[in-house]
C-alpha cells in the first residue's frame, strides 16, 4: 500500500507538472490603468530618435497608424500632428514629447498619446555578418490625466532569417558584403521598421496593447 501511495503521488506529481507546461502564458503586466482609462483614439507622437540614422523618426511614425487602427482605435493623423507642430515651432520630437498633456488635449482632442523612442535603427557590418535592426520602445500615457497606461518594447532584425551555412569563411565575407550593399541601396530598415511596429502594438499577447473600442475584440466589461 506504501508503494502503491508513492506511485500515485509521483503520477500525480507528473500529470501537474506536464500541465502547468503546457499552461497558456499569463499576463505579467497590470492593465488596471487601461481598463479604467478606455482609451478610444491615440495622439501618436513623433519618435525621439537615439539611434545614428536620420530615418529613424520617420521610417516609425509612417507605419504606426496602420497596426493602432487595426486594433481598434481612432488615430489622429500623423502627419497632421506633425505639421502642427511644425507650424508652431516646435521642429524636434524631444520637444514635441515634452509638450504638456493638457496642450495636447486641447490642441488634438486624443484621449491618449503614444510616446515612442527609437534605439536602434539601421544596417551593420561585422567580419562575416551583416543585419537591419529596429528596436524601439512605448509609453501609453492617458491625456486626461496623465497616467501611465501601458509600456512596452519590440525588435525586428533581418538576423532572425540569416543563413550563414556553406561557402566558407570567404562565401560568408562575400555574403556578408552583398547584403550590406542591398541593405543600402534598397532601404530594408524601412520594412523592418514595418514588423518591429506591429509588434511594438501588438494585441492578443502577453504584455500587448489592449483591443480598441472599434475592433470586434474588444472587451466592453475591462
Not at 502503491?4 to 506536464?18: D, G, P, Q, R, T
Not at 536602434?120 to 537591419?132: A, L, M, N, P, T
Not at 509609453?139 to 540569416?162: F, I, K, Y
Not at 551555412?165 to 565575407?173: A, K, N, V
Request: charge should be positive; charged fraction near 20%; hydrophobic fraction near 40%.
Amino acid at each position: 500500500m506504501r508503494f502503491s501511495s508513492i506511485k500515485a503521488l509521483a503520477a500525480a506529481a507528473v500529470l501537474a507538472m506536464l500541465a502547468t507546461g503546457c499552461a497558456k502564458p499569463t499576463q505579467s503586466y497590470d492593465y488596471t490603468a487601461f481598463k479604467r482609462s478606455k482609451p478610444a483614439s491615440i495622439l501618436v507622437l513623433p519618435p525621439v530618435n537615439k539611434s545614428p540614422d536620420v530615418n529613424a523618426t520617420y521610417g516609425m511614425l509612417a507605419q504606426m497608424t496602420r497596426p493602432l487602427a487595426e486594433a481598434g482605435y481612432y488615430v489622429v493623423p500623423v502627419a497632421l500632428v506633425d505639421e502642427t507642430f511644425k507650424r508652431n515651432g516646435v521642429v524636434n520630437p524631444d520637444e514635441m514629447q515634452s509638450i504638456g498633456i493638457d496642450k495636447l488635449r486641447q490642441t488634438y482632442g486624443a484621449d491618449a498619446a503614444l510616446y515612442v523612442e527609437v534605439e536602434k535603427y539601421g544596417s551593420s557590418y561585422y567580419v562575416i555578418g551583416s543585419e537591419v535592426t529596429v528596436v524601439a520602445s512605448a509609453r501609453l500615457v492617458d491625456l486626461r490625466n496623465g497616467d501611465v497606461l501601458w509600456t512596452h518594447r519590440a525588435s525586428a532584425s533581418s538576423a532572425e532569417q540569416n543563413n550563414n551555412s556553406g561557402g566558407g569563411l570567404i562565401g560568408m565575407l562575400v555574403t556578408a558584403a552583398v547584403k550590406q550593399v542591398m541593405n543600402t541601396l534598397s532601404d530594408r530598415t524601412f520594412d523592418y521598421a514595418g514588423v518591429a511596429s506591429n509588434r511594438l502594438v501588438a494585441q492578443g499577447q502577453p504584455d500587448g496593447m489592449l483591443y480598441g473600442p472599434r475592433s470586434p475584440r474588444y472587451v466592453k466589461e475591462q
